[in-house]
């Protein structure tokens, strides 16, 4: 372990940089006051509710909507009549029709209509009097299914991209994608032993435990402010103007506390809605969705039927490998396929490989990123392959890994060559944990998986003020899901030389701050770190000059030292920064810089994590006894929230491996939308989950910071299935690993070695 | 219909709003007496997002009629703190860094309340199982079970 | 949509024959989830909390009497019932999390009528009654009796369970209560077992009652397990013919929350481990050692 | 001269090359470049891609300087969650 257990402790030269203060946002949190999605009021205010479809795929014939605006309370309705012909790229037109049906509906749970009234109950009521005539259409459920010759269509023009030829004939498959590396049939050849398998997952959701929730407040000179919860203001901003034809700058969006997102509140829902509603009633309308309404409406993470061949020699080597990958797309294109396919074999180096990718349309929601999206599918199927190969080759899981793990200069299986990276490190440091050694006890098990991610970059703006106090206010746009106002705030104070305590970071609205992507691809600590890094250093900068100016010496005589300027010779009293920020005024003003980036730099992020299981053989149940996780951060700003970035990940991967899934029924209806039948991991269910911090700096972050967030979703699917392999002598290929599923293979499966 | 008016002590204070009768408590402590650190995360009871202390017993209160509360007594997070003097387990949330988005924190903070009230030294199983009525999706539980058990530890020593 | 808190079952008796749309309540844990799933707004809600008789749990001469609105955590508190009755209070304190058992009772477990209710199997192995207001009057009947089928019971329009009986346990009596849950808490059962066995001092069993939830459209009695108890000393042959006999009494559907064949399997496996720890329970109360521990497995 | 790697999928544009070497200084010079040795390579490679320069990814990459002897991929871009 690291710093990790010692809070006292800090990193060699620095004095804020992985330290675990209370993070600034936490008094509100823990008291009350924090204000969420729902949680605003204001004067006039409308409660809005969404009509949605009943079937899984239909043609609308009509909407009429006038006896439910001839209730008392009703003041506004809006369906796809309200809204421009979608425009834009066929990403944007998808987006505009899944945030409103037109024509078609295609799921159940899509947008038909949406109502804004005096009160819930009164707009609820209303739906129930929007008449809709349908023309139900049959659909398609699965990737089998959509792909089968003669499958009903979801899009009737829809041509695979990435085929050569591209083909004639339109499908429910909307790209292809590949990557191959060498000769594949030499690398079978030079193979010893050879497993073959096919792999699938079911839809599984994000799970945040707060629902998707906007106020619109849309004034007549055709401007609105939208209050809500996501994962990127800017980004409800940009996507709400191109449903409604706007030019995003007539748009505020102010951002809410955010419950939650994993990567499922990085696009719009209610937004567009909200503001519509607004501005026809001419008043306020708040949107909040029902727990229903997320599982049924919102975008889970892509269910996948992934087949894969894979070779190696007795020396321990992997010769070749084959993947064969479907992933659901949902309603429209755009599953996580293209990121799958790049993941799938990122860990490992091998000399001959192919693997086929499609994007595939069902008649479920529109998927959308869930925490490293389209890696944790893919990787249940190579790590359980691998985990396979090393048991008939006789070698430990581990060093099988070591010996065909990446390392810097080696080529990824995606084209590039890999930069620093600290996969074997965190490899090394399970193998030498003592939990890979403990004693296991009765129908227990063990496996290990490890899993890669990218981690992003993207474009972050911060302005740094120094206060005429001698406080720094850091001003960001990027929401905090997880305590990034304390890594801001950290990096500040490292860097100005101040106390952590005289630093307060601000998540400011999309009028207030510079544009920021959204809060995903593991960037923020990397990304909008580093652009308040930049903006300190320029402050930095400007508060040299203010002294030298104060000193009548030139600039390049002062350095900025502990939180005060001082002359390189010490012939002047050292100047604090509050004493500069004090006579700002004679020396040219308020202090404040700020700093915007497309971020350079990005470091990937490996995981190797070790699980124990204990299998009921009778029922089939499966408990989690022990977890251990090890992952390379670059460097733990916060150590306590990388802790529990490692720590989230790890358990909803678990939720994803045993429990966890998306039941349809014959007429393509979710039959489980509540969290009593969606089952994520209570407390009860789970061990504690022992998180080993592995540092290996990022040489391209001012502080060696990589992306945590992410990662550690990818390798639990596989390790949870690992350890169960172990603990019944039965391989699973199919989840969750509920226990009818493992009663099953215990009963009828076949046993292995 | 004519709008009910229920009394009640809420967080110590007498308190009276208007609800209609099939209004949830939920609703009436967010929308009409302004309590909105009490949080829906399902309106089922399957989540404790909505966690209360009703008459001293923890309730979610999305599963209780709003005319129930007519005369009860209800503890919300917001009750949690003397003054800006933060109960020890809101300490060690903040100490433990038990949360990450914080929407379930005021849930597990009252149910935890609700726990150590009956049992002032639960073990790590107890905690686990007694909070199980609340779900967290970010921290993987673990740091708030060592926040409780911390907490815990430390009112049991204020107590001696 | 009306709301209504009367002190007197005979209140409550009035209120109800006013309009045939209204419906009695204690905790609300299913009927708000119901009413939020679509169901349709009864017309008024009759809560049954504030009726002093229908809240508690009682000592008398020959056994106990539960209010029908009982907290099941009152009931799981209560060390006393839960020393003599452990299965009935493991049943009673799995329906829901804490949150939930200080509004779930055995009245709503009971009349809400899901073929998993968690407390029922075990109301039906102690052979409970409940105590039925019933127009002027009151009748009783035998809890196995009241659910009919998924949703529905023998209760007519009106009619609200009151109190349950229990009689005591005789010496050397347990009885334990098993469910199987996909997680540990926050689940419905998928099958639930509950086993009572009462044994003489040579260990041989004297009575045997064995129930199952969630297998079939209500509780199941296993008749031949039973049979196959009584007059035997437990060992594996009588386990596995327990077993057998639960898992062909099941008519059990394929649903989101088990198969056929698992549930089929699942109860046998159950029976035999309910049965196992009652006996135990059975023993340890003769010489007076607290109880195992029983619950979710 | 940067040596430019093709993924699979862009092969069919390249009869089958999978790297070749330009002259490019920056990343909008190499997609010209490349255009106009396989005719439609810049529109395909317009939306929705990232470039790797020395195997660091950067979205939205035009006008960023490719050093001499670097190794330039053209990646899907990626979302994160």
């Not at chain 1, 030389?497 to 691809?521: K, L, M, W």
């Not at chain 3, 099941?72 to 003599?84: D, F, H, K, P, Y």
Request: net charge negative; proline share 6%.
């Amino acid at each position: 372990m690291t710093i990790a257990d010692d809070p006292a402790t800090t990193l060699p030269g620095y004095k804020w940089v992985g330290t675990r203060p209370i993070r600034p946002d936490g008094f509100d949190k823990v008291t009350g006051r924090a204000r969420f999605g729902a949680d605003l009021t204001l004067a006039g205010m409308l409660e809005g509710a969404v009509l949605r479809s009943p079937h899984a795929h239909a043609r609308i014939v009509s909407i009429d909507t006038t006896k439910a605006l001839a209730l008392p309370g009703v003041k506004a309705i809006v369906t796809g009549a309200d809204f421009p012909e979608p425009a834009g790229n066929p990403t944007d037109q998808d987006m505009c029709r899944n945030a409103m049906a037109r024509e078609k509906v295609l799921y159940e749970g899509h947008v038909v209509a949406a109502v804004a009234a005096t009160s819930k109950r009164i707009a609820r009521k209303a739906l129930d009097a929007i008449e809709v005539q349908y023309e139900v259409l049959p659909h398609v459920m699965t990737v089998d299914e959509a792909m089968a010759p003669g499958a009903v269509l979801l899009h009737d023009g829809m041509i695979t991209k990435g085929m050569d030829p591209a083909p004639t004939e339109p499908s429910n498959v909307a790209s292809r994608v590949v990557y191959q590396r060498g000769e594949l049939d030499k690398g079978f050849a030079d193979a010893d032993v050879i497993v073959e398998r096919t792999f699938t997952t079911k839809p599984v959701h994000q799970g945040y435990i707060e629902p998707h929730a906007a106020v619109a407040d849309t004034t007549p000179d055709g401007r609105s402010t939208v209050w809500c919860s996501s994962q990127g203001h800017f980004a409800m901003r940009a996507y709400s103007a191109k449903v409604l034809g706007w030019d995003p700058s007539r748009l505020k969006v102010i951002p809410a506390e955010i419950g939650g997102g994993f990567g499922g509140k990085t696009t719009i829902y209610l937004e567009p809605l909200a503001v519509r509603l607004s501005q026809k009633a001419g008043r306020p309308v708040r949107m909040v969705m029902d727990r229903d309404e997320v599982f049924m409406a919102t975008g889970p993470a892509s269910a996948s039927k992934v087949t894969i061949k894979m070779g190696a020699n007795k020396a321990g080597e992997i010769t070749a490998a084959e993947l064969w990958m479907a992933y659901e797309a949902g309603a429209y294109p755009g599953s996580a396929i293209g990121a799958g396919s790049m993941t799938a074999l990122a860990p490992y180096n091998i000399p001959h490989f192919i693997i086929e990718g499609f994007d595939v349309v069902v008649n479920k929601p529109r998927v959308y990123s869930y925490r490293a999206p389209g890696a944790p599918q893919s990787a249940f199927a190579v790590e359980s392959v691998v985990d396979e190969l090393a048991h008939k080759l006789g070698i430990d899981p581990i060093d099988f890994r070591l010996q065909n793990a990446v390392e810097e200069g080696m080529q990824a299986p995606y084209g590039p060559k890999y930069q620093k990276i600290g996969f074997k490190e965190t490899l090394e440091a399970i193998k030498h944990h003592p939990h890979y050694s403990a004693p296991l006890g009765p129908n227990q098990g063990r496996g290990v998986a490890a899993g890669f991610w990218f981690n992003a970059g993207m474009n972050s703006s911060a302005v740094v003020h120094i206060n005429e106090d001698g406080n720094a206010t850091v001003v960001t746009g990027s929401p905090d899901i997880g305590g990034s106002r304390a890594s801001m705030a950290l990096m500040a104070a490292e860097e100005l030389g101040i106390d952590y305590n005289r630093v307060r970071p601000v998540v400011a609205d999309t009028e207030q701050v510079g544009f920021n992507d959204v809060t995903g691809g593991s960037r923020v600590t990397l990304a909008t770190g580093a652009a308040v890094v930049d903006a300190c250093r320029k402050v930095i900068a400007d508060l040299r000059a203010r002294a030298a100016k104060t000193w009548d010496v030139p600039v390049e005589q002062v350095e900025w030292v502990d939180g005060q300027a001082q002359h390189v010779d010490g012939s002047q009293p050292p100047l604090s920064l509050a004493a500069i920020a004090k006579g700002w005024a004679r020396t040219g003003g308020p202090i404040s810089a700020a700093a915007t980036l497309n971020a350079r730099g990005v470091g990937a992020g490996f995981s190797t994590q070790l699980v124990d299981v204990e299998v009921d053989p009778e029922t089939g149940h499966t408990s989690v006894v022990r977890y251990t996780t090890a992952q390379d951060a670059g460097r733990a700003i916060h150590p306590s929230y990388v802790e529990g970035q490692l720590q989230g990940g790890v358990v909803q991967g678990i939720g994803w491996a045993l429990n966890e899934e998306y039941i349809y029924n014959a007429d393509g209806k979710m039959d489980n939308p509540s969290f009593l039948d969606y089952r994520i991991p209570v407390a009860s269910d789970l061990p504690m989950i022992d998180a080993v911090i592995v540092e290996v700096p990022n040489p391209g972050h001012p502080y060696g910071v990589r992306g945590v967030g992410e990662v550690g979703i990818v390798p639990p699917l596989a390790a949870v299935a690992n350890a169960v392999a172990a603990a019944t002598h039965r391989r699973f290929t199919d989840l969750p690993l509920s226990p009818p599923r493992v009663l099953d293979g215990i009963l009828n499966g076949t046993e292995e070695s | 219909m004519a709008r009910r008016l229920i009394n009640c002590v809420v967080n110590g204070d007498e308190t009276d709003f208007l609800c209609e009768d099939g209004d949830s408590l939920l609703d009436s402590l967010r929308n009409e007496v302004g309590l909105t650190g009490v949080k829906e995360g399902c309106g089922t009871g399957d989540c404790g997002a909505c966690s209360v202390l009703l008459n001293g017993r923890v309730t979610c209160s999305c599963l209780v009629f709003s005319p129930e509360a007519d005369g009860a007594t209800i503890t919300t997070v917001e009750g949690l703190a003397d003054g800006d003097h933060l109960h020890p387990l809101q300490e060690c949330f903040l100490e433990g860094a038990a949360l990450q988005c914080g929407i379930c924190t005021p849930g597990f903070l009252v149910a935890a309340k609700a726990l150590l009230d009956a049992n002032p030294n639960p073990t790590e199983s107890e905690v686990r199982y007694g909070l199980a009525g609340n779900l967290c999706r970010c921290t993987g539980y673990d740091k708030i079970v060592r926040a409780v058990l911390e907490a815990a530890a430390q009112m049991r020593e204020a107590n001696v | 949509m009306r709301y209504f808190a009367p002190t007197t079952v005979e209140e409550a008796v009035g209120l109800l024959a006013e309009a045939p749309g209204r419906k009695v309540f204690a905790g609300a844990t299913d009927v708000i989830p119901q009413m939020r799933a679509g169901r349709p707004e009864p017309d008024g809600l009759v809560d049954l909390k504030h009726i002093d008789r229908l809240v508690g749990v009682r000592k008398t001469a020959t056994g106990w009497v539960i209010g029908a609105a009982t907290p099941t955590s009152q009931l799981t508190g209560n060390a006393e019932l839960s020393a003599e009755f452990p299965g009935l209070c493991e049943g009673a304190g799995l329906i829901g999390s804490d949150q939930v058992q200080n509004r779930s009772s055995l009245g709503g477990n009971l009349c809400n009528a899901s073929p998993a209710a968690d407390s029922v199997p075990a109301m039906v192995v102690n052979a409970m009654r409940a105590v039925i207001a019933s127009g002027g009057g009151t009748r009783t009947v035998a809890v196995q009796d009241v659910p009919t089928g998924p949703g529905r019971t023998t209760l007519a329009p009106g009619e609200f369970v009151i109190e349950f009986e229990l009689d005591s346990a005789p010496a050397n009596t347990g009885d334990a209560y098993l469910r199987l849950i996909p997680r540990t808490e926050m689940d419905i059962a998928v099958v639930g077992a509950a086993a009572r066995i009462t044994l003489d001092a040579s260990g041989t069993v004297t009575a045997a009652a064995l129930a199952l939830g969630a297998v079939a459209p209500t509780v199941v009695r296993v008749a031949d397990a039973e049979s196959a108890l009584v007059g035997k000393a437990i060992d594996d042959d009588v386990l596995a013919a327990v077993a057998a006999a639960a898992s062909a009494a099941c008519n059990p559907i394929d649903d989101k929350r088990g198969t056929i064949t698992y549930r089929r399997h699942v109860a046998g496996v159950l029976a035999k481990r309910a049965v196992t720890i009652a006996a135990e329970r059975a023993r340890n109360r003769a010489s007076g050692t607290p109880s195992t521990n029983g619950g979710s497995h | 001269m940067v040596r430019v790697f093709f993924s699979a999928g862009l092969r069919n544009l390249t009869g089958g090359a999978a790297n070749i070497e330009v002259e490019a200084g920056t990343v909008k010079r190499l997609l010209a470049e490349l255009d106009a040795r396989y005719p439609g390579m810049a529109e395909r490679l317009s939306e929705g891609t990232a470039v790797a320069i020395n195997g660091e990814i950067i979205n939205d990459a035009l006008y960023e300087p490719i050093p001499d002897g670097a190794e330039v991929h053209f990646l899907e871009a990626l979302k994160g969650g």
